[in-house]
């Protein structure tokens, strides 16, 4: 439904979006990260037709953005992250307004307009003007006119920016509800947004696309990320050598120990190395010790570590690069 080929967009000497690919298939919930400066917001204006690409090219829905731009909006629905409306305007007016713009006939209109203000919880301010509206409620009143026209593609950029927590648990549900009948691409900087709701994410820093994949693939490639913790009562520094000596343990790190309220007990953290589970071996290494073992779990690397990593590294080869071109 989407596919971006070697999309570039220059703007003088500075090269924002560096020749990047993707697909997104058709129902999929995709997440598009990226830091501030990343290339992230005018990828998307590219997408959605706002700016023309400098070389490379992208097809919604089997329409090319360049050439086919009025297809292209005619498949899509975008919520931009601050969204322009015409505050004037009562809600039921503008989403009116809106399917006038798009060519929508008057019962269309009606149906859609029905639909989309109670998917998006705006049938008790229809009559209300925008402009007296929340910043969530008119974000709730973009959301409902990217939906209007029944595009088979959304974009939306940022769109729980300005709910409150409730609201943002129903934007969630409601996005998975979408997923299936439309195809999403969901920018967000709210890492456990793309966790709850998305199929897949693609991650972009420096203009290039630096990983992709599902959630869970992501945090496992980082697997070195991940530790093991453990709670028992023992001598801290005798935990610590034990374990240590454990078959697959990289490192450990003693949290707690010989002080505090519960001072006979003893929490470590240990880093395993790349493809081992420690977790059986500790568990039998305590039990040996005689040591009285309270807790013992996997805490996995999450997604939050693992976009702080690559684009810091990101950052760090783009730094060099300019260095080196400097010299």
């Known amino acids: 439904m989407i596919s971006v080929s070697n999309l570039t967009k220059v703007y003088g000497q500075t090269l924002a979006v560096d020749n990047i690919s993707f697909e997104v298939g ?88 029905d639909y989309a203000m109670e998917r998006c919880w705006l049938t008790n301010v229809r009559n209300k003007t925008i402009g007296h509206l929340s910043k969530g409620y008119r974000q709730r009143v973009g959301l409902a006119d990217a939906l209007l026209h029944n595009p088979p593609v959304l974009i939306l950029d940022e769109p729980t920016v300005g709910l409150d927590p409730t609201q943002i648990r129903e934007t969630r549900k409601l996005i998975k509800d979408l997923g299936g009948e439309h195809t999403l691409l969901l ?92 977790r059986e071996e500790v568990a039998r290494t305590i039990i040996q010790h005689g040591w009285p073992l309270r807790e013992i779990r996997l805490e996995h690397a999450t997604l939050e570590e693992f976009f702080v990593q690559v684009t810091a590294n990101q950052a760090i080869a783009n730094a060099a690069k300019a260095s080196g071109g400097a010299a």
């Open 26 to 113: 058709k129902g999929q919930i995709v997440g598009f990260l990226g830091p501030n400066g990343a290339g992230k917001s005018t990828t998307l204006r590219m997408l959605t037709c706002y700016m023309p690409p400098t070389s490379g090219g992208a097809k919604i829905n089997g329409h090319d953005i360049f050439f086919e731009s009025q297809k292209v909006r005619e498949n899509l629905g975008y919520l931009p992250e601050n969204c322009p409306l015409y505050t004037e305007m009562k809600v039921h007016e503008y989403l009116d307004f809106r399917g006038q713009l798009r060519g929508m006939d008057r019962a269309s209109r009606r149906k859609r307009m």
């Open 187 to 278: 920018s967000t900087h709210i890492l456990p947004e793309v966790e709850a709701v998305c199929s897949h994410a693609i991650v972009i820093a420096g203009g290039k696309i630096v990983a992709q994949g599902s959630p869970d693939e992501l945090r496992s490639s980082r697997r070195l990320q991940a530790r093991v913790l453990v709670e028992c009562k023992g001598p801290a520094k005798e935990v610590e050598t034990a374990l240590s000596h454990v078959s697959g343990v990289a490192n450990v790190e003693i949290l707690n120990g010989d002080t505090g309220a519960d001072k006979h007990y003893v929490t470590a953290a240990l880093r395993p190395k790349e493809a081992y589970d420690i």
